[in-house]
Every structure is written in C-alpha cells, then in structure tokens.
C-alpha cells in the first residue's frame, strides 16, 4: 500500500523543499541536495521515512541513486 505523500516548495517563506509523508517524518531537501528530516518518533520512523523520501524523489527525477 503506498502512502500518501505531499511536496511543496515556496522560496519566500522557506529555501527548500518539503515533503510531508502522512504517518512518517518530514523532509526538508535544500538546493545542495542536503536534507532533514523531523517529526520522527523514533528510529524506525526515521528510516522508513528516509526509505520513502528516497523512492517518492527518485520517482519524481529529483534525485539518482
């Protein structure tokens, strides 16, 4: 089952991307291709969190891996 996912980017109240997934974290991918994610609860959030943000950005063609 996917989850549902939401990316938004508005360079004059924030310089990066968000990407909120529902049940996860959220990502904040910068220009430098730096990202962060907050709101994990715990360890396990934050990989399944990493794991989605990687496949949801790969399948946008924002990111190679």
Do not use: D, W
């Amino acid at each position: 089952e996917e989850e549902e996912h939401r990316m938004s980017f508005n360079p004059y109240f924030f310089p990066g991307a968000v990407l909120r997934t529902s049940g996860l974290g959220t990502v904040l991918l910068f220009s430098s291709g730096k990202y962060v994610i907050i709101g994990a609860k715990s360890i396990e959030l934050l990989q399944h969190t990493h794991a989605a943000a990687c496949i949801i950005l790969r399948r946008a063609r924002m990111i190679r891996l």
